[in-house]
């Protein structure tokens, strides 16, 4: 594990709301997930920060199964970026609304590789007070849909887009002119990320998380709409949240549940993660 920056602000205080809220619901599940017995993905970076924090986190109510379907989805897509980069030493990463996500630690990438983290102002500068540089690592403090920050980006290097728990706070127009302009701007790459279905934007109201923080969802989509996105995508993965690989480290109780809960018609499609081919 890199250890933290001890120079940097002791404890900084969050003032983070609406869309940006929830970055720490996910950073929380994942610091609650490091510390179980039998941790799905063990991002021990999370925990440190959790305790740094001056945030109550116990408001978010974060529950086990919140924390394992939290943990479930960053190893997925953890797993997708670590193999890009074992088959691209020259990869460029964009992980676009990267929150307080620990991915560049966890990964750890080689000197080749060129990584971006982008989100908020406000997010960015909070992260620059907890987490340490590292070669070839640029933080960029921009909203994901100005299109001003992607001529940072090399243009002639194999390229993974990365979106975790982002693209559903986007509007359709917006999130499908961002995809566009990356995939536009890169020669080749992937495209790696999770999308919630139109029902899941409907009944909105339902995901405590996003009313807690205030947050609004906008955009909805399948795999006929991610293959919309550009002809040259080509769908390599696509997993429903209830089916991510990891599963059988749920505790049986989970298990059982989301195995009954992905029998349900439009509910098991209420979530999906994707890793496509440009
Ligand atoms: C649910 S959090 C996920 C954070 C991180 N990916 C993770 O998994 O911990 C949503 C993130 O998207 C970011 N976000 C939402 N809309 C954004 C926008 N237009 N531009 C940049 N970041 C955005 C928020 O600031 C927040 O960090």
Redesign the pocket.
Known sequence: MTSLNPKVHPNPKVHLTE??E??LA??YGRAVDSRSKNPILGDTMAVDTVRRLDYDFKKLHMGPGDSAAVALR?RQLDVWTARFLSAHEDAVVVHL?????SRVYRLDPGPGVRWYD???PE?IELRRELYPEREGYTTIPS???DPAWIAQLPSDRPTIIVA???LM??TEEDGTALLRRLIAHAPSGELAFDAFSAFAIRTQWMNHVVRRAGATLHWGTDAAGVARLNPKLEIVENISALEIPGMEKLPAAYRVAARATALVPGVRDIARMYNCRF
């Open positions: 869309e940006k929830t970055l996910t950073l960053a609304g990267c929150g307080l996500d982008i989100d908020y997010v909203s994901v849909t975790e728990g982002l706070y986007l």
